[in-house]
């Protein structure tokens, strides 16, 4: 039950009295106003009509000038959070609202009713995250939450925004054209790196040398020759060390000779040559071993790797280590690719093994590579005996014929023509065509030629075998030197020497 306003001190004056009854007052609907446009009930309505018209003008005066009753404090909720209910009093006036039922006032509502609408001031529309302050009696204004903040439904657990990681192709994508190239050529680097690594761990271990008489492992047919030094003019003085020790070898005085070549090479290790010398003299007094020291260091140091190649192949084929003096043979090809010897000692090695097609290729790149015509009178004779052994012997008839016309005719025809006719057992015409060259030729002539293994294999026919008496004891000693024809055979791999003197023979490996 609502409270009765107190009574005024100052009492009204009379009513006049009525004359006519009043007229009932018809009920209009509730409207909402803006806020300031509500206009707190009077405590006291005079009811006079003077008075009445007086207080209305005074409260019309007082909406025109936005002037209204002080605004009650706000009461925020524990949650920070306004409630709908709260924000429409704000709105609306929450200073003249009241749940209350309305005071008793003995003036017509009629009249109140009848302001104009045109008096009303323009409502203006606010944005909802605009704040809206109210002041309250010597203290701040406090700011109404904006909307988004009113929407979260629960303030205890506040949500935390947490990206995704990007993937791997956005953040390459994202990285500047000139730091992508410079990573790529970084891990281009970092993987040579490691391959290089890994093949210097996964490669076979070189084996150490051996004994002095073994001869060692050779370089393969794959590996290719280590690259060329550089040499240097010689002084006179090493010059007149070197022909000291040439005359002291040829002489015979090996170890002088030995003396003096090692003391070049302790003093000039820059000049090139020495290591060959070195090589060649340890053959001519028979110690294949350092022999074979002395070619390894000479093809390291870079000296004329192709010759070197040539003196390892030939000690190679003397032990009867046939695919190790052809791969020698093969890598003094590459070496010196300009020069015909390599490419006449391989094919010497191919036709000892019986590969007579391919001994008939290397032979024509040796002929094209010749300059005097000497070696190529010499090639050319173990050519054409290569096709008599091969049984193409009649592809030379016609030249045989037309050199033997000749007057006189060449000895090495002649030599041609007794192979032929021996390989066809006719050794009574074979030893016509060699007493003839005999005749023509010197025994140092003969020797050379009649030391190949194809022409050395009748030397003991007795229709030949007097013309091979009196040259046999130097062909012995000049067969000795030389790998057997066997030599070159697949699978041929022993140790023992060919002909070697006992003192130099390896131990058994």
Not at 92 to 99: I, M, N, Y
Not at 166 to 190: D, E, K, N, S, Y
Not at 331 to 337: D, I, K, N, Q, S
Not at 352 to 378: M, P, T, V, W, Y
Request: with cysteine; net charge neutral.
């Amino acid at each position: 039950m609502a409270e009765e306003p107190p009574d005024s001190p100052e009492k009204p004056s009379p009513e006049p009295e009525k004359t006519e009854a009043a007229k009932p007052i018809a009920l209009t609907p509730r409207q909402s106003a803006a806020p300031g446009d509500r206009i707190a009930p009077p405590t006291g309505v005079p009811a006079d009509p003077a008075a009445i018209n007086e207080h209305l003008m005074s409260a019309l005066a007082q909406v025109l000038t936005a002037q209204g009753a002080p605004v009650a404090p706000l009461t925020r909720d524990e949650r920070g959070l306004i409630s709908r209910e709260e924000k429409r009093f704000r709105r609306g006036g929450a200073a003249t609202r009241s749940d209350g039922p309305a005071e008793k006032s003995d003036a017509p509502i009629a009249e109140v009713s009848k302001v104009p609408p045109a008096v009303e001031p323009e409502k203006s529309q606010r944005p909802a995250a605009v704040e809206i302050f109210t002041k309250e009696e010597g203290g701040k204004p406090d700011p109404i939450e904006p909307a988004e903040r009113r929407q979260r439904p629960d303030r205890s657990e506040p949500a935390t925004l947490r990206p995704s990681a990007p993937t791997i192709g956005t953040a390459w994508r994202h990285v500047p054209p000139g730091q992508r190239t410079a990573i790529v050529a970084v891990l281009g680097v970092m993987l040579a790196l490691v391959g290089f690594l890994l093949g210097r761990m996964t490669s076979p271990v070189p084996p150490t040398g051996g004994p002095k008489g073994d001869l060692g492992p050779v370089q393969s047919a794959g590996e290719s020759a280590p690259p060329r030094g550089t040499t240097r003019l010689a002084e006179p003085a090493e010059i007149a060390l070197i022909d000291e020790a040439m005359i002291a070898q040829t002489n015979g005085d090996f170890a002088r000779a030995e003396k003096l070549l090692l003391q070049l090479l302790r003093s000039a290790p820059d000049l090139g040559g020495t290591q060959t010398a070195l090589a060649l003299l340890n053959l001519q007094k028979g110690d294949a071993a350092n022999a074979q020291s002395h070619i390894k260091s000479g093809i390291d140091a870079g000296e004329d790797a192709g010759r070197l190649y040539g003196l390892r192949g030939s000690i190679q084929a003397q032990f009867n280590q046939s695919r190790r003096a052809l791969e020698s043979f093969e890598l003094g090809t590459r070496a010196t690719p300009h020069q015909f010897k390599t490419f006449f000692l391989l094919a010497e090695m191919l036709r000892r093994g019986g590969k007579n097609q391919q001994a008939l290729e290397r032979f024509d790149q040796a002929i094209a590579r010749a300059h005097e015509q000497s070696d190529e009178d010499a090639m050319q004779f173990k050519r054409r005996l290569t096709l008599i052994a091969m049984g193409r012997g009649d592809e030379l008839d016609a030249e045989t014929k037309r050199q033997l016309a000749l007057n006189p005719p060449s000895g090495d025809w002649l030599l041609l023509a007794m192979a032929a006719e021996a390989q066809k057992g006719d050794f009574k015409a074979a030893a016509g065509h060699l007493e003839r060259a005999s005749q023509l030729m010197n025994a140092d002539w003969m020797v050379d030629r009649l030391r190949d293994f194809f022409l050395y294999q009748w030397c003991y026919e007795k229709e030949l075998e007097p013309y091979f008496r009196p040259l046999q004891k130097r062909l012995m000693a000049l067969r000795q030197r030389e790998p057997s024809p066997e030599s070159g055979r697949e699978g041929d791999e022993r140790s023992a020497p060919v002909g070697l003197p006992a003192a130099t023979i390896p131990p058994e490996r």
